[in-house]
């Protein structure tokens, strides 16, 4: 059994159980929207602090490995927009979506435990999901601003603050820029202080993973849209999930290669590129109205096919290394 099946197995189990419970109701209505906003806002930045705090400032600041897994998701949001707009054209607002369907994964809910479980007590995984995470958000906002200025033509705000907004308000932020400053600084953390956080921060893999669960279980009952042919269906989820499965660890895959990224960081950076479609990305389609459903069904398809492709993926690594 590859070593990514057991913890994947682990991963798919607890969104499983937390997709059962939303559809037999045992919970009230709104638990997933009380777990997401306790691990986004308490469980998910103390993790990242204490793990980055307790990290050498200049193994957190590994500029090949920013470089190139940002520039992965840059180039597979603008191949997939280009795509879109040549299928749709004058629908900046679809292609921004989609874009972002393919760009954003699952690197904090998913990633985070991931990391955690692949490589138990090792803050440099953590590192390396929390630098996934920054740039994921980073593409999140710049994916917002674009889908705002194509619906809401007269802005009272100027793109770059929209952007900065968005940025400097997001929890994951503020931790992940708290536990580099402490690193820098070499800010000592009391022994009670860190085991406080650290067991805060464990919790954030059962909530997290349960409630993309929940939230999948509803995602699934968004609303009607317009409907398309089921050819076009296929042909469009497709797409969508080569390029984000596929198509941007590849990418991530050969930028690390070039930028001389030690082989460990490599794997984490190719495994964070791979992972599923974020569930942020059909709250943000559900809050513009566009494409909400399709990206509800893109999440789901591509969170169970990664089931797959995964394992698949970690053989070639460690093949290729």
Known sequence: M???????????????????????????????????????YVAFPAILFIALAETDIDEILQWGFIFSFGLAMVVT???????????????PALAAIR?????????????????????????????????????????FAFAMVSMELAINKQQKHHPVIIMLNALISNPIVIGCALGVAASAVKLPIPDSLSMMMRLIGNTSSPCALFAIGMVLAKAMHGGAEPALPRRHIAIEMTVLNILKLVFQPVIAYFLLRYFGVDTELLIMGVILAALPSAASVYLLAQRYQTYALASAKCILISTIATFITLPIIEKLLHGLS
């Open 99 to 139: 874009g972002l369907n393919t760009s954003f994964g699952n690197t904090a809910f998913i990633g985070i435990p991931l990391m955690m479980m692949l490589y138990p007590g090792d803050n440099h995984a953590v590192t390396a999901a929390a630098i996934a995470s920054l740039l994921s958000i980073v593409m």
């Open 77 to 91: 949001y603008f191949v997939t927009a280009v795509i879109s707009l040549s299928a749709d054209k004058k629908q």
């Open 2 to 40: 590859p070593s990514i099946l057991t913890p994947l197995i682990a991963v798919f189990g607890i969104m499983l159980l937390g997709f059962i419970i939303q559809k037999l109701k045992v919970l009230p209505h709104d638990t997933d929207f009380t777990l997401n906003e306790y691990v986004y």
